[in-house]
């Protein structure tokens, strides 16, 4: 894998307006998305209840796997409404109904099986299957998913923690893994666990490709590995360590959580990978337009 020199890179001033640009869109934008997108069939009775909302981020994060993530929000939702919080709260009732459970998760589901490669069925077996045994086992164990993330200290201790566990290890990659401490511990949105005790600039960053590409096309990044010089595709995976502690040093009190739901926003909204918007883009002002990198 190649490391390319960005060519057209920002000041270290640049640098800092532009996280701080991204971490106001993410504040701005990051609840609407997930609310008109992932949380609009619940009540606002079920949005408080924390318990019932970490168990159903927990399959939202399972399912956002290289798959496309419009549709694994979309099972998320089709299974609340076939089965209600019920699916949530009580897995071992569902066991027995795996079948029946999985007829609809093939209907909305659409794993990326050239990067899996096995049946898209099998898929979806192995990631809902899973998800309720690892909720089964966590619920027996812990009592409940609050109760065994209310025991770590900070978010990267109970990232460590997911990383490491057993169960969870076996559903979430560290970018879903990362994805979903910041679901469960930001202190904007609605679970909060350790209600208000985490800095938000503890929180990791999650850096998918299109978090990569937009911090290489804004001339962010100094410098970033590709697969090939030809189609320019960044390395995510391999830059995420170090894009997040870059991010770190340039502004050790930001919310990289919230500077990562900003940059995936404009990723997926006005970056496009052929026709990048950079007119209307939110940050177009500020932006190098390195637009030769890709996601993709």
Known sequence: MPRVIIKKTLSSEKQTALLKMLEDIGNRYLIPYMSQNLLYPLSN??????????????????????ADSASARNTVVQLYKQYGSDFFLKPDHFIDK??????????????????????????????VGCYLLCLINLIKIHGGLLSYFSKFNSPQDLLKALLAN?????ILYEKASRMYVGWVSHP?????????????????????GHVCK?????????????????????????????????????????DRF???????????????????????????????????????
């Open 45 to 66: 009775q079920l949005l408080q209840n924390k318990e019932f909302l970490s168990r159903y981020l927990l399959l939202a994060a399972t399912l956002d796997q290289q």
């Open 98 to 127: 795996l079948i029946a459970v999985l007829s609809v998760v093939k209907k909305h589901y659409k794993p990326k099986t050239r990067v899996i490669r096995v049946r898209h069925e099998a898929i979806g077996f192995m990631r």
């Open 166 to 170: 057993p169960f969870i290890s076996g």
């Open 188 to 208: 904007n949105l609605w679970i909060n666990v350790s209600n208000g005790k985490w800095k938000t600039s503890s929180i990791p960053m999650v850096v998918n």
């Open 214 to 254: 937009v911090l290489a096309r804004s001339g962010f990044l100094p410098d970033i590995l590709v697969e090939d010089t030809k189609k320019m595709i960044v390395k995510a995976e391999d830059e995420r360590k170090r894009i997040e502690k870059y991010v770190e040093l340039l502004y050790p009190t930001g």
């Open 258 to 296: 919230m500077i990562d739901s900003g940059s995936f926003y404009i990723g997926i909204t006005y970056c496009d990978e052929r026709i990048p918007m950079c007119n209307e883009c939110l940050i177009s002002t500020i932006c190098s337009k390195n637009t030769e990198f890709r996601a993709y």
